[in-house]
């Protein structure tokens, strides 16, 4: 039986280790942001989980590679149809552990429903390449292969979504999962590795070992048997792995956030302008990798920005996402409060000028939840650290500009490079901008978040490490490549030598 989601409920929450489910004996205690209350308890597992987990996904792996791609995939369509039959009950889960409003809840879960379909289709693509060979009598091509055993690392924000875009790939192609999801949203993983379990994907091809990064995710990036490490978090520990990663020769993606900004220029439809940088900025409290916490405006129209972003911020309503009137939801827990604010105080301390915000929420029930006002510092001068540095909250900076060749200087000037919006009529600029803007993912006339599953997520400097996650690029992560030359010539024939 799926949960219910009932808010008085308390769920003890089990790792899912070669088709069994298991407790630990350490647990942590998940909380519902928006009430404080517990809804659940989350194991909290050592090396030993990780080790066993790995065991049984090495061996469920042999039998899962064998099996034709077609039929790996249709688990992955099951799986897709039960994730739409159970859209809703996963949503109000979903919004209950992390905090986003149901609509975006619902959008969230959606995003995997798309991903299940759309990777269940590759398992009649998963395309190489055929090519002629340069001897007679021979025949070349390239076939993807599994990598293997692969670990996952996934975050809080958005625990079925990104989960979506790398166990579904990896399973497509025919690799086992050793899945670490974050310990705050931990009820969205355990519903989806059921879902997977109903759907008929054999026991140890999928595995869920909940815990810490420092312990458990540490002896998966460790493990000699682990192939490929796909990780979305913070950059500091993303950089962790890749050193790790690197000492180990191991396959490694990594999606590590951004400092995504807004472009109006001065012939910019405002108001759309205005919608598009609500919606980016404060949507999800601005707890997504994409959320918007720069707007860069052209000082001819920041004064009418700034004006109609203030009028439409006060119509927000922020509290519980289970209300349907609420727009804003809570900040994940309390340390991430206490950081978000910590940066309003640093852009206080910086000389940034506070429109509105910059304190926490506490009337009424907010109190009992952990809810930021939504947050608008002007005057903000590029190498400000509130310019700079990743908040992961309802914050913005207003950055004016003279030019639209300073917009993009000041939209590259951060050391991430993940999403880009630009709002302009000039189909000039427009062009000029989708060259020149040095971010993965690039908005014209729209906010910066949004990305669709069939295209590549991720992006450039201390945004990744070159990998996308979903898209027909992710592949490249889940896979190897491999060449195969066949000669039927029935004689030896040397490439480069006897080319006669
Ligand atoms: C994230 O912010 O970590 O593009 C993922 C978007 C969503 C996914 C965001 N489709 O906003």
Redesign the pocket.
């Known amino acids: 039986m799926a949960m219910q989601a009932k808010s008085v409920e308390l769920f003890r929450l089990k790792n899912y280790i070669g088709g069994l489910w298991q407790e630990t004996e350490k647990t942590a205690e998940v909380i519902n942001p928006a009430n404080g209350e517990v809804i659940a308890t989350v194991p909290l597992s050592g090396k030993e989980e990780v080790e066993r987990a790995v065991r049984q996904a090495k061996s469920a792996q042999k039998k899962w590679a064998l099996v034709p791609a077609p039929r790996r995939a249709e688990v992955l369509y099951r799986t897709g149809v039960l994730l739409k039959e159970r859209k809703e009950q996963l949503a109000r889960l979903l919004t209950m552990e992390n905090g986003k409003v149901l609509e975006e809840a619902r959008g969230e879960v959606q995003?995997a429903i798309d991903m299940a379909f759309y990777m269940a289709g590759e398992g009649r693509r998963l395309f190489g390449q055929t090519t002629p060979a340069e001897l007679p009598d021979k025949f070349a091509m390239s076939i993807r292969v599994p990598v293997g055993v692969v670990g996952i690392i996934t975050?809080w924000?958005?625990p079925i979504?990104?989960a979506s875009w790398k166990t579904f790939p990896a399973l497509v192609a025919g690799n086992s999962v050793v899945w670490k999801p974050a310990t705050e949203t931990p009820i969205m993983a355990y519903e989806f590795a059921k879902i997977f379990e109903e759907a008929g994907l054999p026991p140890g091809v999928l595995n869920v070992v909940f815990g810490n990064g420092s312990t458990v995710g540490e002896a998966l990036v460790r493990h000699p048997d682990v192939r490929a490490i796909s990780f979305?978090g913070s950059n500091e520990i993303g950089r962790q792995i890749a050193a790790e990663c690197g000492r180990l020769l191991k396959k490694v993606s990594l999606?590590m956030g951004g400092k995504n900004a807004v472009i109006v220029l001065e012939d910019a439809d405002l108001d759309l302008a205005v919608d598009g940088i609500i919606w980016s900025a404060f949507g999800?409290s601005g707890q997504?990798?994409?959320?918007c916490s720069r707007v860069i405006v052209h000082r001819k129209v920041k004064e009418a920005l700034e004006e109609k972003l203030l009028m439409k911020i006060r119509e927000l309503r922020v509290g519980n996402g289970l209300d349907e009137t609420v727009k804003v939801g809570p900040i994940i827990n309390r340390s991430s409060l206490e950081k978000v604010h910590r940066y309003v105080e640093i852009g206080k301390g910086e000389g940034a000028k506070l429109l509105t915000g910059g304190h926490v929420l506490t009337e009424g029930k907010l109190r009992d939840g952990t809810f930021y006002a939504p947050t608008v510092f002007t005057d903000v001068h590029p190498h400000m650290r509130i310019a700079r540095e990743e908040i992961f909250g309802p914050v913005i900076s207003i950055l004016p500009v003279s030019s639209f060749e300073e917009a993009i200087e000041v939209n590259n000037s951060v050391s991430y490079g993940l999403?880009s919006g630009i709002f302009t009529k000039d189909v000039n600029r427009v062009f000029r901008a989708m060259r020149d803007i040095d971010t993965g993912?690039v908005y014209i006339n729209a906010g910066t978040?949004?990305?669709?599953?069939h295209l590549p997520?991720g992006g450039t400097k201390g945004t990744g490490n070159g990998h996308r996650d979903s898209g027909i690029q992710t592949l490249d992560v889940f896979t190897e490549w491999r060449a195969v030359y066949v000669d039927y010539s029935g004689k030896l024939q040397r490439a480069q030598i006897d080319i006669e």
């Open positions: 995003e975050p924000n958005f979504a990104i979305t999606e999800t997504r990798c994409t959320a999403s993912i978040i949004g990305a669709e599953i997520f």
